[in-house]
């Protein structure tokens, strides 16, 4: 198997950071070209920092990271430091980074990238709002048929929302990015919170991350442990989500997970329902599918294949 081309796009976040490190730790399966950040769990200085420190704690400070969007298309930012904390990365005591970031704008990168490489050979991996992808499709509409998938995560349907009564975070802090993204025409595959909800970093778990007795797996633990906190709180749940892995695993492992094929479509129009992402789950309406939208993980073959890639940095 070739490694499949990947541009991770994110805002960590401690889940962005652990889907990081599943890439970095798989490079058999993905070939990372570059971390392209956005502004989402906290801002952009900080999403831009976090990417790095991560790449350096893995050990890998030759991945290019690029600064992107600082906002949303047309409105405020939204962020998450109630979830994540005031650094977006709390929990572990990890250095500053010296690898500087790299020249350019990351809209830029992912334009050039898909630009110079054959159509069909990178897929985008966003696990923050889609305001950098979104930037990139309008700025160059050409792209889009380049792209070979679009596998994010995002949304819900069962699970309806977690920032508001029917929008998950990364939608909602910019549907409008979302509809862009949504309406493409690229092949999207949708990791919603029905799915990352049921992969839950339950303490057996996280000890066996903890007990690989590397600074990554203590990082990862002490991580998680933070992270924790918020959802046992909200949710009562045996620990937190590790929602944006779930798209690295996909891509390593794509039989873990289930779904359908089906219209995905986002409301931008409704203050009550802003961001909600209008999942033809049972297909009642003749809307064209546009995404496989998962519904269904193997929890534990999740968290064998996570601890086992973490054990390799
Ligand atoms: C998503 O929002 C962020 O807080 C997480 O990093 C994840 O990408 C979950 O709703
Ligand atoms: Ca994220």
């Known amino acids: 198997m070739t490694a499949r081309k990947i541009i991770i796009d994110t805002d960590p976040g401690q889940d962005d950071a652990v889907a990081i490190l599943l890439a970095l730790a798989s490079p058999e399966a993905v070939d990372l070209l570059g971390i392209t950040c956005v502004a989402g769990n906290v801002p952009l200085s900080l999403t831009s920092k976090n990417a790095r420190i991560i790449c350096e704690l893995a050990g890998k400070p030759e991945v290019p990271v690029f600064a992107g969007c600082e906002r949303p298309l047309g409105r405020e930012l939204v962020t998450a430091e109630h979830v994540h904390g005031r650094t977006g990365l709390d929990g572990p005591d990890l250095p500053d ?159 873990l997970f289930s779904g359908r094929h089906v219209n995905v479509e986002i409301e931008t129009g409704s203050e009550l329902t802003m961001g909600m992402t209008v999942a033809d789950w049972w297909q009642v309406t003749d809307r064209p599918a546009n995404a496989t939208f998962m519904g269904h993980v193997d929890a534990p073959g999740f968290f064998d294949l996570l601890t086992e890639r973490l054990a390799r940095l």
């Open 97 to 255: 980074p010296t690898m500087p970031l790299a020249d350019g704008h990351a809209v830029d990168f992912i334009i050039d990238t898909l630009r110079s490489n054959p159509a069909g050979t990178v897929t985008l991996c966003p696990i923050g709002p889609l305001t950098n992808i979104a930037t990139a499709f309008r700025k160059a509409p050409d792209i889009a048929e380049k792209v070979q998938e679009i596998v994010l995560m995002g949304g819900a349907y069962f699970e309806v929302g977690n920032v508001t009564p029917t929008a998950e975070f990364n939608i909602y802090v910019d549907p409008e990015a979302a509809d862009v993204v949504f309406r493409s025409g690229v092949p999207i595959v949708v990791m919603p919170l029905d799915v990352t909800h049921k992969v839950l970093v339950t303490r057996d778990r996280n000890d066996r991350i903890r007990d690989l007795g590397t600074p990554v797996g203590l990082a990862v633990a002490q991580m998680t442990d933070f992270f924790e906190r918020f959802d046992r709180e909200k949710y009562g749940s045996d620990g937190a989500p590790l929602h944006d892995p779930c798209v690295i695993a996909y891509l390593i492992r794509p039989k």
